[in-house]
C-alpha cells in the first residue's frame, strides 16, 4: 500500500513539474500588445470601411462571466456591453462602455471606463461612454466610410461552434413561442434601420481565418491547458472504482483543473458508464458505476479562454475484458495512425489513406473506422476555422475515433487535442495515458 501511494505521488509530480513556472501566470491572459496585433491584423485583411464587434452582456446563470469569443479575441476586455470600433483606413480603435453609477461600482466594480487606469490596461487609445456610440457611428459614416463590417453570422460559444449556434436557434423556434431573434440578429436590424445607406459584411470569416491559426502567446496557453486537462482526466481515472458515482468522477477532474488556474471545464463534462457510455454527449452524471463498466470520460478546462478536449474510455473495476481490449485497441490504432499522418499540407483523404496502410500493415481489423481531421479547437470547444482544407502549421484539433456496440455496452472513445507543426504534429494532451497497459497499471494506484 505504502508503495502504491508514493508510485502515484511521484507521477503527480512529474506532470507538476511540467507546470511549475506557468502556474503563477495561469489567469493572466494575454499581453495588450498581443490583442494589439490581432486587432492590425484584422484590419489589413478588411482594408475599408468600420469594423464593429458587441461584447457579452451579462453573466451567465450562476457562473463567471465570460466575454462573446470574438470581442475578447480582438480586445481582451471582460467588461459587460462593451463594443468596439475599428477603422482599418486609420488604424484606429475606441472602446465604448457603458457609464457606471456609483451603485453599481459598489457591487460589480469599475469598468475601463470609469478606472483611470483603462487606457494603459487595455492598450485602447480611445474609451468613450456607451451612449455615444451612435453619435460617432453616424458622424464616421459621413466620410465615406461606406462598409460595415460586423457579424453577420451567429456567434460561437465557448462550448460549441457557430453552426451550432445556428442549429440551436433553429431548434429553439421550432416552438412558436420561443421563436425570437437573438441578440446578434437585434443588433444587425437596428444597424441596417438606422443607416440604410451603409453596406453590411460579414466580417466572420474572416475571423475565423485568423482564429484558426494559433498565435504563438496561444499554443503556450494551449500547452498549458493540456497538462491541466490531461492531469484532471488522469485523477479521475485513478480515482475510479466500482460503486462510485460519475458525478464524483467528474468532481475529481473539476477540482484538479480549477486547482491548478482553470476557469472550469470547457464543456459539461461527460461522464458516461455501462449503457450511458455509449449517449454521445451525455451529461447528466448521475449513474453508480458497477463492476465490469466502461466509464467514458470526455473533458477539458478552460484556460485564459482557450478550450482543451479530451476523451478516455477506461474499466471501471480495472481491468478491459478480452472484448473490450479487441475494441479498444482497434480505436487507439486509428487514432495512433491518424496523429503519425498529421502535417502541413495533408488531406483528409491523405490521413484516411494512411490509416488504412497503417492498419492493414499491424493487421488490424479497423471496424469501419477510416480515421481523418476532427473538430478545430480554441476558444470555443467546436472551434471556428476553415474546414476542407489542407492542414496548416498553428492549427489546432480534437481527433477522436470511436466505436459503439450499444448490445454489450462496449462503448470506445479516444480523444486528443493536437497541435501542427513545421514537421510534423504535437499531442498537447498526451500526459494522460491510453494505452491498455498504461490505463491498467494507473488504476492498479487506487
Aim: glycine residues 8%; aromatic residues 8%; contains cysteine.
Amino acid at each position: 500500500m505504502l508503495k502504491k501511494y508514493f508510485v502515484r505521488v511521484l507521477a503527480i509530480c512529474v506532470l507538476m513539474a511540467g507546470l511549475a513556472g506557468s502556474l503563477a501566470a495561469q489567469r493572466a491572459g494575454f499581453s495588450k500588445e498581443e490583442f494589439a496585433q490581432r486587432r492590425n491584423l484584422l484590419m489589413e485583411k478588411t482594408g475599408e470601411g468600420i469594423i464593429i464587434l458587441f461584447g457579452a452582456v451579462q453573466d451567465a446563470p450562476a457562473g463567471h462571466f465570460r466575454q462573446d469569443n470574438d470581442f475578447y479575441y480582438y480586445t481582451g476586455v471582460e467588461d459587460a456591453s462593451a463594443v468596439v470600433v475599428l477603422l482599418p483606413k486609420y488604424k484606429k480603435c475606441a472602446l465604448y462602455l457603458p457609464t457606471q453609477p456609483e451603485r453599481e461600482i459598489e457591487f460589480v466594480g469599475r469598468n475601463l471606463l470609469t478606472d483611470p487606469r483603462g487606457k494603459e490596461l487595455s492598450g485602447i487609445e480611445e474609451i468613450r461612454p456607451l451612449e455615444e456610440f451612435d453619435m460617432h457611428l453616424a458622424r464616421l459614416s459621413g466620410r465615406g466610410l461606406g462598409t460595415i463590417f460586423m457579424r453577420l453570422s451567429p456567434a460561437d460559444e465557448v462550448d460549441g461552434s457557430r453552426t451550432e449556434t445556428a442549429m440551436d436557434n433553429a431548434r429553439r423556434s421550432q416552438i412558436h413561442y420561443n421563436a425570437v431573434m437573438s441578440l446578434d440578429q437585434y443588433r444587425i436590424q437596428r444597424l441596417k434601420e438606422r443607416y440604410p445607406a451603409l453596406q453590411f459584411k460579414d466580417v466572420a470569416p474572416i475571423i475565423d481565418r485568423q482564429r484558426m491559426k494559433k498565435t504563438p502567446a496561444e499554443i503556450e496557453a494551449l500547452r498549458r491547458n493540456g497538462k491541466i486537462s490531461a492531469l484532471s482526466v488522469r485523477e479521475a481515472m485513478r480515482a475510479t472504482k466500482p460503486g462510485m458515482w460519475e458525478y464524483q468522477l467528474e468532481a475529481e477532474a473539476l477540482y484538479m483543473s480549477q486547482k491548478n488556474g482553470a476557469v472550469g471545464p470547457a464543456y459539461s463534462p461527460i461522464v458516461g458508464s455501462g449503457p450511458n457510455a455509449c449517449v454521445y454527449h451525455y451529461s447528466r452524471n448521475s449513474r453508480q458505476i458497477e463492476d465490469g463498466d466502461l466509464v467514458l470520460m470526455d473533458y477539458g478546462a478552460n484556460l485564459d479562454y482557450l478550450c482543451i478536449d479530451i476523451t478516455r474510455t477506461w474499466p471501471g473495476n480495472g481491468s478491459f475484458t478480452a472484448e473490450q481490449k479487441e475494441v479498444y485497441r482497434a480505436v487507439l490504432e486509428v487514432q495512433k495512425a491518424c496523429i503519425e499522418a498529421y502535417r502541413p499540407g495533408v488531406t483528409e483523404k491523405d490521413v484516411k489513406e494512411y490509416v488504412a496502410k497503417a492498419m492493414k500493415k499491424k493487421g488490424l481489423d479497423p471496424r469501419g473506422l477510416e480515421g481523418g481531421i476532427g473538430h478545430f479547437v480554441g476558444l470555443a470547444t467546436h472551434d471556428v476555422g476553415v474546414y476542407g482544407i489542407p492542414l496548416e502549421e498553428g492549427m489546432v484539433f480534437a481527433i477522436e475515433p470511436a466505436l459503439y456496440y450499444r448490445d454489450t455496452n462496449t462503448c470506445i472513445r479516444v480523444e486528443d487535442t493536437v497541435l501542427i507543426t513545421k514537421d510534423g504534429c504535437e499531442v498537447l494532451t498526451s500526459a494522460v495515458p491510453k494505452e491498455i497497459e498504461e490505463v491498467e497499471a494507473l488504476m492498479r494506484e487506487n
